[in-house]
């Protein structure tokens, strides 16, 4: 923040945490500015979607700075009209997230006629002399409201915070003019960050998918551009090298999708459970949340354990992670949702079946045997019908070693890219909590457009 000036003088707020203020601000709790409620406590049951329909809105469906209505369940109208006695949202509102990913608040900017559940509802939209709704929606997103939430909000499996938390969060306030000033400044800041990060996300996107390219063509085509071609006998797999075989995947790999456990088979200690949170990089993370009985695994499900050399997938079509067995995860039980694979016969090494499964070869089939499917995750039924080109042992070898240098540079062209990004969120926030708790004077900022005007005007 070394660029922006500090106001002249500061003064102790008095709370611990927010340190010291310019001289003429204050610290106030929000319930002294505005109403601030929360949706239904019920959960009113959901019906289809048509004319006479409201969605109800939940946490899930607040993202990404604006509020979701594709998605989102409907109600009856009976349901509606009982549920907005207490929290009728209008334009100008903020909601946000009670439970689960806390806080991402949202102004509400169109006339909506929504329910809303598990939402906190700030009612800026009443007429208030003392309180900017741009200036409060970027207090909620700052790091000393996220303190206040971390000081107050309740633990568990999902975080929560309670109305009381947020009726009585610690706001620093200066005059209302002040906040429309520190908005505009934050609107114009925040949107060039964001512009950035944007291009950063595109070229992850774009990188993503040259290395799904490079992978794609060594396992159906090979590293030879000049071998002999032949008709794989496949529509949609067209040719492959002459020599190659084209064989069921169900022929060569092992797969097995994880058992259904109930919730009571939870346990704090025992035989780790992998879920999907422990498949998000190369190795298995042995972070694990949930345990089985010995005893009930020894039974039940002694032969789902996972063993070095095995490699994990979900079943989630979107997620092309690949994750292997180390010694720090032997013997660990997969949940439903996730699938084991290993080579079945001598013909076609593990690392090979990881090329594989990142393919558009793979995804492709998925897409195919899909058809007509609203369902968006594939199992053992998929896999049993695809098909795979697969080349003798020795060549495999070199093409998993060739695929990892050409795919290396890549790699780390995307970890620089995702750095930037979280370099830049840092930098916005710490932006936001600047401004909002005055620690940069920002009164006499003009947008750039407005400040050449002026400039012009003044010669």
């Known amino acids: 923040m070394a660029k922006y000036q500090a106001y002249a003088e500061y003064k102790d707020s008095g709370v611990e945490w927010l340190g010291d203020l310019p001289s003429h601000w204050h610290t106030v709790s929000l319930k002294m500015l505005i109403d ?4 239904t406590h019920d959960t009113p049951s959901y019906v289809e979607s048509n004319s006479n329909t409201y969605p109800l809105v939940t946490s899930k469906d607040v993202t990404g700075g604006r509020v979701d209505l594709v998605d989102c369940k409907h109600i009856s109208e009976a349901d509606y009209l009982n549920i907005i006695k207490r929290s009728e949202v209008a334009k100008g509102d903020i909601l946000m997230p009670m439970i689960g990913t806390v806080g991402s608040p949202v102004l509400v900017e169109d ?3 929504i329910a809303i559940k598990n939402l906190a509802l700030f009612k800026t939209s009443i ?4 309180l900017d709704s ?3 929606l970027y207090f909620l997103n700052s790091s000393e409201c996220e303190m206040q ?13 309670s109305l009381g938390t947020l009726r009585n969060l610690i706001l620093p306030l200066t005059k209302i003019y002040e906040q429309s000033q520190i908005a505009n400044f934050l609107d114009h800041e925040t949107a060039k960050i964001d512009t950035l990060i944007a291009k950063q996300e595109k070229l992850i996107e774009l990188l993503k998918e040259k290395r799904q390219a490079v992978i794609s063509h060594a396992v159906t085509k090979g590293l030879n551009p000049n071998v002999p071609m032949k008709d794989s006998g496949v529509a949609w797999l067209g040719e492959v090298p002459e020599h190659w075989e084209v064989t069921r995947f169900a022929y060569q790999i092992f797969y097995q999708e994880g058992p259904g456990i109930l919730a009571v088979d939870f346990h704090e200690t025992g035989i780790p459970l992998l879920r999907i949170q422990n498949v998000k990089s190369d190795f298995v993370s042995n972070d694990y949340k949930t345990y089985l009985l010995p005893s009930k695994v020894l039974s039940k499900w002694d032969h789902y354990r996972v063993e070095k050399g095995d490699l994990i997938i979900s079943c989630s079509a979107s997620t092309g992670l690949v994750s292997e067995v180390d010694e720090s995860t032997v013997g660990a ?3 439903t949702g996730l699938i084991r694979l290993k080579p079945r016969t001598r013909k076609i090494i593990s690392q090979y079946i990881k090329l594989l499964v990142q393919s558009d070869l793979f995804f492709e089939q998925i897409e195919v045997l899909q058809t007509g499917s609203t369902i968006q995750h594939f199992g053992p039924f998929h896999l049993q019908q695809m098909y795979i080109s697969l080349p003798p042992n020795e060549e495999q070898e070199v093409i998993c070693l060739e695929v990892k240098n050409r795919v290396r540079d890549i ?3 995307i970890l620089k890219a995702e750095s ?9 926030t710490a932006l936001i909590s600047a401004a909002v708790t005055g620690k940069i004077d920002v009164r006499n900022w003009q947008a750039p457009m407005l400040a050449e005007a002026d400039t012009e005007l003044s010669a």
Do not use: C, H, T
């Open 333 to 335: 039980i997969p949940y």
């Open 134 to 136: 741009k200036f409060l």
């Open 149 to 161: 939430f971390s000081l107050e909000g309740k633990g568990g499996v999902q975080n929560f915070v």
């Open 420 to 428: 930037a990004i979280q370099l830049m969120q840092e930098r916005r």
């Open 36 to 39: 601030v409620r929360d949706g």
């Open 111 to 113: 006339n909506f006629e």
């Open 411 to 413: 790699e780390n062209l």
């Open 127 to 130: 007429s208030n002399e003392k």
